[in-house]
């Protein structure tokens, strides 16, 4: 069974650029999540989907991020514009439901903002 | 207060030696508990989940839950350098949201 799908995997850019990033959950989970890690620190939720409705965006810095999950599969999340403090990598879990521990994590993608 | 607070470490012993990972949590109405273990540059992969308190084994690996003090363990016996990775103890918070400790960072010596 293959797991959660990210691309890319690094990304550097400038500052005030924009950058996106895809996800392509474990099939079949209608769960997803967007975490973000910072280097040394455990992961943080940003948002989280059931199916293609968000249901838990409360940290997400909505003015400068957007995610969708259109037909309730592939995921992406935009900033636009990067700041240096968006430095991290972004990692996208996937889990059928609402089951409790079985969350299963993508290998990330490490964002660079020069 | 942080949630959930872990020790960062980083933290090095001797291959074969018996390791504990320790995480605190403030609620007591916490009850789900997950370690997960992440190695570098990939995400991190569930490693064992326990509900309420008690202790749950999964062969060198065993996860302990003592909600009396709001702390919860990891041993690993026997550690292998394969074994060195940063481990992340988490929880459900009451709006049922995952959130993590710090991530303890373990190098197990050959």
């Known amino acids: 069974e293959a797991g959660v799908v990210q691309s890319p995997r690094y990304k550097i850019i400038e500052k005030k650029q924009p950058v996106a990033f895809w996800c392509n959950p474990i099939?079949?989970?209608?769960?997803l999540y967007w975490y973000r890690q910072n280097l040394g620190q455990g992961p943080e939720l940003l948002i989280r989907y059931e199916n293609e409705e968000a249901v838990d965006d409360s940290q997400l810095p909505k003015d400068r991020f957007s995610a969708e999950r259109l037909k309730g599969v592939d995921s992406t999340l935009k900033i636009q514009p990067a700041e240096l403090g968006d430095s991290a990598v972004y990692l996208c879990?996937?889990?059928?439901?609402?089951?409790?521990?079985?969350?299963?994590f993508g290998p990330g993608t490490r964002l660079t903002v020069l | 207060q942080k949630e959930v607070e872990q020790d960062p470490g980083p933290l090095s012993v001797p291959e074969g030696a018996i390791v504990s990972l320790n995480c605190t949590y403030s609620?007591?109405?916490?009850?789900?508990f997950m370690w997960y273990r992440q190695y570098s540059r990939k995400g991190p992969e569930l490693l064992m989940y326990t509900y309420s308190s008690g202790n749950k084994e999964d062969g060198r690996f065993t996860a302990q839950v003592d909600k009396s003090s709001k702390y919860i363990s990891l041993f690993i016996r026997d550690s292998q350098p394969s074994d060195s990775a940063t481990y992340l103890c988490a929880t459900y918070n009451q709006g049922g949201k995952l959130i993590f400790g710090q991530g303890t960072e373990l190098s197990v010596k050959p």
């Open positions: 879990a996937s889990s059928l439901g609402n089951r409790l521990g079985q969350v299963f």
């Open positions: 609620n007591s109405a916490f009850q789900y």
């Open positions: 099939s079949g989970h209608n769960t």
